[in-house]
């Protein structure tokens, strides 16, 4: 059996971009501009990244995925993977009004990772969804990406404050044992 004739990865991605501009989701394809990340964009003002990849290069997708968030280039960044058929024809390569109609009814696999400390911590993983339902997708991932930072955050900042407190009255008579106290409570430690 012969390979179909195949057009250039940065297509499905530009189209992609095109569509969800078409809905209302403000964008920057990168590749436009011959840059990578593919797709890049702000929703409720967490940084996302969107990377596409053909069905088969999982690993390769997952690499560019982490390399974005340890880069610090967003707080998010999602992987699409498409059909071999949205990106191959027999006689001809797709053109872009072909890969847009097929991107329509076609499913694409996603992942996402956030940032998440020492290494990027997964989202979600193989969420069959159609084109329509990424604006629903980039919220979902968008909304657990940050909380769990945001709460992080707090709570250092809250043991911060505990900590010096404690240790500030650590020096006041009879106030050690109520120092200590705290300090265990939270299990801060000395």
Known sequence: MSRGLKIREEVPSIVLSEMLGDVGISNVSLLNLGKVPDIYLLVGGVRVIIETKEQGHRAELDRQLKQRLELDLCEVAIGLEYPTDLVEGTLAPPTPQNVRKKLLNIFL?????????????????????KVAELPELLARAASEALPDQDLEKAIAMVRDSVEMF??????LPKAKVISENIKKE????E
């Open 109 to 129: 696999v996603s992942r996402s990772y956030a940032q998440g400390g020492a290494e990027p911590r997964l989202l979600f993983e193989d969420i069959r969804t």
């Open 166 to 171: 404690s240790d500030s009255i650590s020096t």
């Open 186 to 189: 939270l299990d801060v430690g």
